[in-house]
């Protein structure tokens, strides 16, 4: 072990050693069973699924992240450059769609873009009774609705960079004569890309790795692959041999993310007095504007949530609000506090060294936390379940499984504020409570934990509402019969019981509200 | 508002001898009572005019905050006027109700941080306003913008591979490239550490006379507005306080804040008694024509005083500043106030010597003691 080289190994290097072990034990063993799997094993998954699988993935990452390109930039463009009645709102309507888990939106649109369904009636009175509009079980059912849900991603990104642009280079633009259309795309969205670009990067993650819209919309991709390999077939080998794949995918976006980043890190694009002078529109202007910015949030949001307020609001679902359905918010609830405590508890050493000691064993084990970023849900289910079916077999099927999985999936969140939070706070101030005389441990308790109090509460809440809202992982390792509220949406939309499945996901949307409170309140005090 | 009145004096003759102020030959820009107070954010200017005439350098002249960015802004089209009109070339381009945009107007402008593209080369850079032109045309006109700013090879550079002198030329370039009818400079050296500062002061100003581009630079430093303008406009709290050359603005300044704010000035208080001004320092003509046994103060400049030791003098040497080129000192005088006189480098006097002081101004500037704030009063003669 490298600890036996320090003098005397503190309890917080150990748990930091621990956090980086619960994260890299799982990932090691899934990679080692990946490469010791028979070569035919290899041979049979790469003629058949994989070329399939992998041609899925990335058309549907490139569609939906084209679309929220689209998406993003116009919204954000429209309320950084112009002033009109409410802009205000839309400008914080814009994130809501972030509220709507992609299982809940995707079992929204099965129903309206479904066959027989709203839009279809409709479009037959319009177009004759033999008319067909486009499946919401395709690549562009599935491109629509994860598009409408991840484009805030983009928005949010672009928006602030918007609103801390250097007006200079387009004033110095307009003083070489460029029209508004040059200066658009010739300065403007050259110096957004970076911003642009990290949007499309969450986006792009984001859909590589979800599970719940495409099982509920019926589209092959990895993610979807290696959740039915652990189902249908039970086959954990398969499994890990496509989540490895899927890892290095996401890895691949994740560096030309970085790439891109460190391209045009002498993008200096903020600075100077002023703020953006916004356009005053005539009403004609502005009429055209709240009609586009109501559609997409109409569509994204708006439409979803009243259809899921009125089914909650119909016979068969109160039917079911009974002590059933308070058991799976009491299970819901229960599971997201102890991911979320588990998780605090986990990243708060893990951050702490890593700013107070930045060693390159601290540094890198906090790296390694951050390894859950590139899992998808299904694949840090697997990771779990093979360690714990070799190591503790008697723990499988308990909830200290599901635990750890939420914790290695979830950390990254919980560590993008804490990190920060502990990086502000100086050295100094714990040095000095030192100097007055406190011990390592009050000044723990006096200076160090008031003064991060936030970032951790933060970091809490965060875990708590991601873990509340997630499917796989939940799918793959619940004790039997123990379900959540993220569980009855999914099992009661994939039998198309949309009433029964409404007063959970509303409960999940609404619950949800609050996370995005937090992610406007520090984007917009950084903007 | 200031223009300043003409004064028979043979020696402003001389201050002022080569150019006529008055009649612009033909002014590329005028100012007509332009007011702009649309943000709070930005300082509002009141009721200025002026005009800059073909191939002069006008400098704006005065503290942060004053307004001089925003008069620039103005003129590019950037601001909006809430009242008065600009002209350039002759041609209406702001009013209350109609603005030209910018893109229209013509003008170079190089800003403070000089927002270079970080995603174009240099070439790309200076090119950018080239669009008009054929590739061929274009690649020759940014060559010899290149070989008149001293870029040659550095065309294939990113803005962030080249120094702060570099990015200004390259600002520049790009502004004068295209042959603009004004060349705006806002606080074009403020970036440069201040060795790189003086050297580009003495190529911007050769380069703009060689082509004869009309500029207006804006500043906060006198010193530079000194080596560069022709004119020089000081303003101060969105007011033009005076507009004359840079030596009429140092030796005759209109107001207390022209005098204060372009170099340093004792303000030495005295009373008119038989047609003089009576102060410590001795008798003034009361250039003022203020009545018998008012208040009035003189001012005097460092260089106007002549330190001569004597041990029989009141006034003692309160302390020194060794400023290289010259010593600084400050002098109690019997009454306990301070005034200022530079000497020569090597004369050094320590403090507490007894000295008399010898005041050879070559001219009085006189204002009235209680001085209200932003007083159009104007009077000077030589003594």
Request: hydrophobic share 45%; proline share 5%; with cysteine.
């Amino acid at each position: 072990m490298i600890a036996i080289h320090r003098p005397s190994v503190s309890p917080l290097q150990l748990a930091v050693l621990a956090g980086a072990t619960l994260v890299l034990l799982p990932l090691g063993y899934v990679t080692a069973l990946a490469l010791s799997a028979d070569a035919a094993i290899w041979h049979r998954l790469w003629t058949t699924r994989i070329p399939e699988l992998l041609l899925n993935t990335v058309s549907l990452a490139g569609a939906v992240a084209l679309l929220t390109f689209v998406l993003g930039v116009s919204t954000a463009w429209m309320v950084t450059r112009f002033e009109f009645p409410g802009r205000r709102l839309w400008e914080i309507g814009l994130v809501l769609p972030l509220a709507m888990p992609t299982y809940v939106l995707a079992y929204v649109y099965n129903y309206l873009l479904g066959f027989g369904g709203p839009v279809e009636q409709l479009w037959q009175t319009i177009a004759g009774s033999q008319a067909r509009i486009i499946s919401p079980q395709s690549f562009w059912g599935v491109t629509v609705v994860m598009a409408l849900d991840t484009f805030p991603f983009v928005y949010l990104l672009t928006r602030s960079a918007l609103l801390s642009f250097n007006l200079s280079f387009e004033e110095v633009a307009r003083t070489c004569g460029a029209s508004p259309l040059h200066r658009m795309l010739f300065v403007t969205l050259p110096l957004l890309r970076p911003s642009i670009v990290a949007g499309l990067a969450l986006v792009i993650l984001y859909v590589v790795s979800d599970f719940g819209a495409v099982s509920l919309l019926r589209y092959q991709t990895l993610t979807y692959a290696v959740f039915q390999q652990m189902t249908g077939r039970s086959d954990n080998q398969a499994a890990s041999i496509l989540s490895i794949l899927l890892v290095i995918l996401a890895l691949l976006f994740l560096l030309t993310e970085r790439w891109f980043r460190r391209k045009s890190r002498f993008y200096q694009t903020s600075g100077r007095f002023q703020t953006p002078q916004r356009v005053r529109c005539g009403w004609l202007h502005a009429t055209a504007l709240t009609a586009c910015l109501a559609t997409v949030i109409g569509l994204a949001f708006g439409i979803p949530a009243y259809l899921l307020v009125t089914w909650s609001l119909s016979a068969e679902a109160q039917a079911i609000l009974d002590a059933r359905f308070f058991g799976f918010v009491w299970n819901s609830a229960l599971l997201s506090t102890l991911a979320a405590t588990a998780g605090v508890f986990v990243g708060l050493p893990l951050a702490y060294l890593a700013s107070r000691k930045p060693t390159w064993l601290n540094v890198g084990c906090l790296q390694t936390a951050y390894a859950g970023y590139v899992l998808p849900g299904p694949v840090a289910a697997l990771a779990v379940l093979v360690l714990f079916l070799k190591v503790l077999p008697f723990l499988y099927g308990t909830v200290i499984v599901l635990i750890v999985a939420y914790v290695l999936h979830f950390l990254p969140v919980g560590l993008q504020s804490l990190e920060p939070s502990i990086q502000q706070i100086t050295p100094n101030l714990e040095e000095v409570a030192r100097t007055l005389g406190l011990t390592v441990r009050d000044t723990w308790r006096r200076v160090t934990l008031p003064l991060i109090r936030n970032g951790v509460i933060v970091a809490w809440v965060l875990i708590f509402l991601q873990t509340m809202k997630e499917l796989p992982a939940t799918l793959l390792l619940r004790p039997v019969g123990f379900d959540t509220l993220a569980i009855r949406v999914w099992l009661e939309a994939s039998e198309e019981y949309y009433q029964l499945a409404a007063p959970s996901a509303l409960l999940i949307v609404l619950v949800g509200l609050p996370a995005l409170v937090l992610l406007l309140s520090r984007d917009w005090r950084a903007a | 508002m200031n223009t300043p009145s003409h004064s028979t004096q043979v020696d402003i003759e001389q201050l002022d001898g080569q150019v006529n102020l008055y009649q612009p030959a033909s002014s590329i820009l005028e100012l007509r009572s332009v007011s702009c107070a649309y943000d709070l954010s930005r300082p509002a200017i009141h009721d200025i005019s002026f005009s800059a005439r073909e191939g002069e350098i006008l400098c704006l002249l005065g503290p942060s905050g004053c307004g001089k960015t925003t008069i620039l802004r103005a003129i590019a089209g950037l601001e909006p006027v809430q009242a008065g009109q600009i002209f350039l070339s002759g041609r209406l381009v702001s009013s209350s109700s109609e603005t030209l945009p910018t893109e229209a107007r013509r003008v170079g402008m190089v800003f403070q941080e000089y927002a270079l593209f970080p995603h174009l080369r240099v070439a790309d850079n200076i090119a950018f306003g080239l669009r008009h032109l054929s590739r061929a045309e274009r690649r020759c006109r940014v060559q010899d913008m290149l070989r008149l700013t001293g870029l040659e090879g550095l065309d294939r550079r990113y803005p962030h591979e080249l120094s702060g002198g570099q990015q200004q030329r390259v600002a520049l370039s790009r502004a004068l490239v295209q042959h603009p009818v004004l060349l705006l400079l806002d606080e074009p050296f403020s970036n440069l550490d201040p060795d790189m500062a003086g050297r580009m002061r003495q190529e911007l100003h050769a380069l703009l006379h060689r082509m004869k581009t009309t500029t207006i630079l804006v500043t906060h430093d006198h010193d530079e507005a000194f080596a560069m303008a022709d004119r020089i406009a000081v303003l101060n709290q969105g007011m033009l306080e005076q507009l004359d050359s840079p030596e009429l603005i140092y030796h005759l300044p209109a107001t207390r804040f022209v005098a204060d704010f372009v170099g340093q000035a004792d303000f030495i208080t005295g009373q008119v008694r038989q047609g003089l001004v009576h102060t410590e320092l001795g008798e003034f003509p009361n250039t003022l024509n203020r009545p018998e046994e008012s208040e009035v103060v003189v001012m005097i400049r460092p260089d106007d005083i002549q330190l001569v030791p004597n041990k029989s003098a009141k006034p003692r040497v309160a302390a020194r500043l060794f400023r290289g080129s010259e010593n600084l000192y400050t002098i109690r005088l019997p009454s306990g106030q301070m005034v200022h006189s530079s000497e020569s480098s090597t004369n050094v006097y320590e403090e507490g010597t007894a000295v008399e002081l010898r005041v050879s101004a070559t001219h009085t500037v006189v204002f009235p003691a209680e001085q209200p704030p932003r007083s159009q009063q104007r009077d000077k003669s030589d003594t």
